[in-house]
């Protein structure tokens, strides 16, 4: 079946330590999303990805990283220098001509 | 900037109509969507009306957009406890390159 994977669901991450969580699609989109998920503030862009070797940054970017090697690959490197990384990450695709967004199931992390 | 507004809750009695409200600031939004976001999963897109339509209905989904107003609409009928949700409004922004997303609606049921 066609979607978007995410991984790991749940992942737990020591201060100062970098995470990076996967995020695959089989759906041949062009653009590719990275969207935090705090309770109470809805969806806010991390970065975004529109093509292949091209990505930028969104409303939130500092502290974060991507790569855009592939077209089916996205992964999100969260660094130690985001200060509150704690929070519920969602990885997306669009479908080009109605902007559909088809999400991933999401990856948690919590920082101890 | 862009930006999307809605309340944050709505609690309806099982089998009445929900009706959830949005309000968005980009004139030339091209198309704006309902997605439903179920506990610990990620969002489905629930319907999407392209900005020159005024009406889309799906089965027990009605929505309603008044481009004047910069208002949006999702009126679920015969509300049932499978539809207790986070519901967003979004929007694709002019320069198409994002959607913005509101800070979610979630309802409840209640019998």
């Known amino acids: 079946d066609g979607g978007i994977t995410q991984s790991p669901k749940y992942l737990f991450r020591k201060e100062g330590q970098n995470v990076t969580l996967s995020c695959e699609q089989n759906l041949n989109h062009d653009a590719m999303y990275w969207y935090r998920q705090d309770p109470g503030q809805g969806l806010r862009l991390i970065y975004y990805s529109q093509i292949v070797n091209d990505f930028q940054k969104g409303d939130i970017a500092e502290g974060y990283s991507v790569s855009r090697e592939k077209k089916e690959s996205f992964p999100l490197t969260v660094t130690s220098a985001q200060k509150n990384p704690t929070a519920f990450y969602l990885c997306a695709s669009s479908r080009e001509n109605t902007g559909e967004l088809f999400f991933g199931e999401g990856s948690r992390l919590t920082v101890l | ?111």
């Not at chain 2, 207790?84 to 959607?99: G, T, V």
């Open chain 2, 1 to 111: 900037g862009e930006d999307v507004e809605q309340s944050l809750f709505l609690s309806v009695r099982e089998g009445d109509s929900s009706v959830i409200n949005c309000t968005y600031t980009d004139s030339s939004s091209t198309y704006l969507y309902w997605y439903k976001q179920e506990p610990g999963a990620g969002l489905q897109l629930l319907t999407y009306i392209f900005s020159n339509m005024d009406m889309k209905q799906d089965q027990r989904l009605t929505v309603l957009l008044n481009k004047k107003d910069k208002h949006l609409s999702l009126r679920i009928a015969d509300t049932q406890t499978g539809d207790s949700a986070i519901y967003f409004c979004a929007e694709r922004s002019s320069s198409a390159s994002k959607i913005i997303f509101g800070s979610g609606t979630r309802l409840s049921i209640r019998p």
